[in-house]
């Protein structure tokens, strides 16, 4: 495989076919637009579909029956497909040629993903660890963001709220005696919590260390490259967590220490009395004219952001970023650079889609023609990268 060749011959932008994950836990919101025989593509034994992944050079920490490259992003050559050519072999290859000589110096790598989060109830209470107490197992830190799509959300499911921290006035041995109640009932835990009703069209911020439950909403979710994390929560919706998911990312003689779980917590984060006013995050419009409007949407941290781009009808337009990021369509159809782009529909698992891209550094600098082929929609599309490409994305929103 040419790397550089097929980069070049497709004006800088890689496009990708959709990846999706298995979940044993929760039930499936099924707004992916996939097809409804698919949700069980991969069995019964793993669960149903509940996620598509975007841009992704690490695979998904799934169990024992999940695949090595399991939500590994794929980039489409128009060649057989059964050849495999990964985002990954890309990034290795081509390095800062494709996502910019200042984020491969410092990373050496593409350092983060994004994906489409879909559950028709709430998740369970759980905090992903810090980049110390991850590296205590190897692992590297998560922190993420969310973004509430209109266009993905029909309906907001079981449970459209979500859970932060805990009230200002909870004790930590409040919490202790909750986990200490892991094994023997209901602990109940988000009695100590608030939860906050989602508002399409906006986000929020989580950094590693604070305890969250997202709702029932689909979610987009940009995030380090990483899944570590620590349930708090042991029955949720009905549905009983065991013991491992609140230490199995514990160094193993750390297992059973309840002060060490509790010491994962970043807790003046959790118990942040204006949480709300220090982790929203609603838009910020950067750009507007009559052709398009470009907004913020994931800011205000060191390590994620994203952009929601939306192309007004009959629209072309061409749009300079200065970084390398990938992208999902969410409305319309039209022209990016080359390549022919729509809004999914009807999705099969293992099938192609012309919604999910990634922009090389340079074309994103030099600027990338976009063109929305419709009359009467708007040509919409989320944008994720890493926040160390765009400075202004770290200090917007602190």
């Given at each position: 495989m040419n790397y550089r060749e097929h980069l070049e011959k497709n004006g800088g932008v890689l496009r990708f076919d959709p990846i999706f994950i298995p979940r044993q836990f929760g039930d499936a919101g099924r707004r992916l637009r996939i097809h409804p025989d698919d949700y069980y593509a991969y069995g019964v034994k793993r669960g149903s579909v509940k996620e598509r992944w975007f841009s992704s050079v690490i695979a998904a920490n799934n169990g024992p029956l999940a695949e090595q490259d399991e939500g590994m992003s794929r980039v489409n050559t128009g060649k057989d497909r059964s050849e495999r050519v990964y985002f990954k072999d890309f990034v290795d290859a081509l390095g800062a040629e494709?996502?910019?000589?200042k984020l491969y110096d410092k990373y050496g790598t593409w350092p983060m993903y994004s994906k489409f989060y879909d559950y028709t109830g709430p998740l369970f209470f759980h905090l992903h660890l810090d980049f110390e107490s991850a590296a205590r197992v190897g692992r590297?830190?998560?922190?993420?963001?969310?973004?509430?799509?209109?266009?993905?959300?029909?309906?907001?499911?079981?449970?459209?709220h979500t859970y932060f921290g805990f009230d200002p006035d909870t004790t930590k041995e409040q919490v202790r005696e909750r986990l200490l109640k892991y094994e023997s009932g209901d602990n109940?835990?988000?009695e100590l919590s608030r939860a906050f009703r989602i508002e399409l069209g906006t986000g929020w911020y989580t950094p590693p260390g604070v305890l969250h439950a997202p709702g029932s909403y689909l979610t987009y979710e940009p995030q380090w490259n990483s899944d570590v994390n620590s349930v708090?929560?042991?029955?949720?919706?009905?549905?009983i967590y065991d013991y491992k998911f609140l230490c199995e990312n514990c160094?193993?003689?750390?297992?059973?220490?309840?002060?060490?779980?509790?010491?994962?917590?970043?807790?003046?984060?959790?118990?942040?009395?204006?949480?709300?006013?220090?982790?929203?995050?609603p838009p910020v419009t950067l750009e507007e004219n009559e052709?398009?409007?470009?907004?913020?949407?994931?800011?205000?941290?060191?390590?994620?952001?994203?952009?929601?781009?939306?192309?007004?009808p009959?629209?072309?337009?061409t749009v300079k970023d200065g970084f390398a990021y990938g992208l999902i369509i969410t409305q319309g159809f039209g022209k990016l650079g080359s390549y022919d782009c729509s809004t999914a529909c009807m999705l099969r698992v293992g099938g192609v889609s012309q919604d999910e891209f990634f922009v090389s550094e340079k074309t994103a600098t030099?600027?990338?023609?976009?063109?929305?082929?419709?009359?009467?929609?708007?040509?919409?599309?989320?944008?994720h990268y890493p926040a160390y490409s765009d400075p202004a994305a770290i200090v917007m929103g602190k």
């Open positions: 494709l996502i910019g000589k590297i830190g998560k922190p993420e963001a969310y973004y509430y799509p209109p266009q993905y959300n029909n309906y907001p499911g079981k449970f459209p109940r835990i988000t708090y929560e042991n029955i949720t919706d009905g549905e160094p193993e003689d750390k297992m059973r220490d309840i002060d060490y779980i509790m010491s994962l917590m970043d807790w003046d984060a959790n118990v942040d009395p204006h949480y709300k006013k220090t982790y929203f995050r052709d398009y409007v470009q907004k913020q949407v994931a800011y205000g941290n060191d390590y994620i952001a994203a952009r929601e781009l939306t192309v007004f009959g629209k072309t337009v030099e600027g990338l023609t976009i063109t929305n082929k419709s009359d009467s929609e708007p040509l919409v599309m989320l944008k």
